[in-house]
């Protein structure tokens, strides 16, 4: 295993993991991952993704990162990490205007977003976008199949177009399968504040909702607590971890590790380009799916339909 250091978000403590130096033209990688590693959404799936280069790459590669940072803090974070390292990774749309405006200043330094989205272009940036609402689209149609009180609910974080977009998609994916469903949408203003997640979950709750669904970081927490007390059931998001905790009987894959090892994978060869590329469907499971755990063969064959006419375009989703 190759050398990782950790920095804190004061940037002042410097923790150290591993025990094999890299070698001396090893690729450096500095990765700042906004959120906790080990919030069970999109910074552990990335923070997973990472852990799987290291695996994969060994001592060809040197990573440095920095996690659970205010967002005040984001320039900063990755001028330290652009100072030393060869590709920067930014998981999380969130890191995407300052990954811009920091890349002008470092031309030499690769920069690549995962959960980027289309628009200002450099030389030195690629964006990779994970298609949140095209799989969203798949994961309502799976909750509706799921729901036996013909209600769901979504919780997003942050109020933003992609977020946004996923939701609106989530419910459009479940009318698919019941025209005349339930469903409540609510957004808490912060992928991380358990109490309002937990509240907003519990409001549906109220109205009848029994399958949720989210876009939350440490957020989920909250959530959980509300399915767990109310006996309701969470559509996952981010990873396949069927199996492993009742409360989920589905969850959609959106590829968050899988872009982090893309990115690696990418400057490790040679072969990094810059500019936006878009994921999800069209780049096969790792990228974007969606798992109902114990599935019958009815909602297997549906749910493979709907991903197959969402990639006709016989299915329009939104953006982001």
């Known amino acids: 295993m190759t050398l990782t250091k950790t920095l804190v978000a004061a940037f002042g403590c410097v923790a150290l993991f591993g ?14 991952i906004p959120g906790s590693k080990s919030d ?31 967002y005040a803090d984001m320039e900063q974070a990755i001028t330290q990490l652009a100072m030393q390292n060869d590709l920067v990774i930014g998981v999380g749309g969130q890191t995407q205007a300052a990954v811009f405006k920091i890349a002008k200043r470092f031309p030499d330094t690769k920069f690549s977003i995962v959960g980027g989205n289309e628009g200002e272009t450099l030389p030195n940036v690629a964006g990779y976008d994970v298609k949140q609402a095209e799989i969203a689209f798949v994961a309502g149609a799976a909750a509706a199949m799921l729901s036996e009180n013909g209600a769901v609910s979504y919780v997003g974080g942050m109020e933003i177009p992609s977020i946004v ?3 609106t998609e989530f419910g459009n994916g479940a009318r698919y ?16 504040d358990v109490a309002k997640s937990k509240e907003a979950t519990l409001a549906a709750i109220a109205q009848g909702a029994d399958v949720h669904y989210h876009i939350l ?3 989920l927490r909250g959530m959980e607590q509300a399915a767990k007390d109310e ?45 936006y590329k878009p994921f999800g469907l069209q780049m096969g499971p790792d990228a974007s799916d969606m ?25 329009e989703v939104l953006e982001g």
């Open 19 to 32: 025990a094999t130096p890299a070698l001396a033209d090893a690729l450096n990688v500095g990765i700042l």
């Open 40 to 70: 069970k959404g999109w910074m552990e799936s990335g923070y997973d993704g990472l852990v799987a280069a290291q695996e994969k790459h060994g001592d060809e590669i040197e990573v440095q990162m920095i996690e659970n940072i205010n």
């Open 165 to 167: 977009n996923a939701g």
């Open 177 to 192: 399968i019941k025209p005349d469903i339930k469903y409540f949408e609510t957004y808490t203003g912060d992928f991380d």
């Open 217 to 219: 970081n440490l957020g």
């Open 231 to 275: 006996d309701t059931k969470i559509v996952g998001s981010y990873t396949d971890r069927c199996g492993t905790d009742p409360l989920y009987p589905a969850y959609s894959v959106t590829g968050v590790g899988y872009q982090v090892q893309y990115a690696i994978d990418q400057a490790t060869a040679g072969t990094w380009e810059a500019g």
């Open 291 to 315: 798992i109902v755990c114990g599935a019958t063969d009815e909602m297997k064959t549906k749910i493979e339909e709907i991903k197959e006419k969402i990639l006709s375009g016989e299915i």
